[in-house]
């Protein structure tokens, strides 16, 4: 059954089309990978997806409900949340305050007191928890600037984690990193895997045939093919594309 889906989801920017009639379903329990060119349109679907931009057309549809125009906030507190292609962390903050800034607890008190994480033991309870959950445990006090690369992007899954979601959106995850951060993060996800409802944006094309269920290519804005891995590598679409040199 579907979690989330999209029905011919359509956006534009002054006379560009970016999303055009788009039509997706991501299954409950399973990773659905989007893959395609650059300026095909994936990160705008995201977007899009996950209220941070208004559709100009057609209609979203989370766990039955319709939340087509409802602002990012709203929809992360129903239970969707992302990462970013580019990091959105506070640099000055440890890794245990930037996750417990996310625990619904915390939300709920603002931003106030930001630097007594540790006089609330539930909310800094759940944060190590969290670290721990994606490898960066005995880190929880390293300042985020002065993590490394593949840290910080552990550090914004984590983020999107404390989040409590039941679906979340990964952009580009890989991005930036190398052979053996990228091994690391395939580990991180495969457990994410066995929790909770995951759809990645990826570039790494054996990153993403590796671990997703489902894979849907979008070029031109539009959906052009989807399926197993598998059934994308024959795909005739895919083939005649540089995608199918990737997959």
Known sequence: MALLEAHRLHKRFGDRVVLEAIDLAFEEGRLSGIMGPNGAGKTTCFHVLT???????GRIVFDGKDITGLTSRTIARMGISRSFQL??????FSALENVALAVPER?????????DTRQDSGVADKAVGVLARVGLNGKEHVIARNLSYGDRRALEIGVALAAEPRILFLDEP???????????????????KEQLT???IEHNMRFLFDLADTVTVIHWGQVI???TPDALRANKWVKASNLGKLA
């Open 174 to 192: 890989t991005s930036g990193l190398g052979t053996e951060a990228t091994a690391r993060l395939a580990d991180l996800v495969r457990g994410l």
């Open 87 to 92: 990091m959105n962390l506070f640099d000055d």
């Open 225 to 227: 093919a989807r399926g």
């Open 198 to 200: 995951l759809v990645i």
């Open 107 to 115: 939300r709920r008190q603002g931003f106030r007191m930001l630097r």
């Open 51 to 57: 209220g941070r931009y208004r559709p100009d057309g």
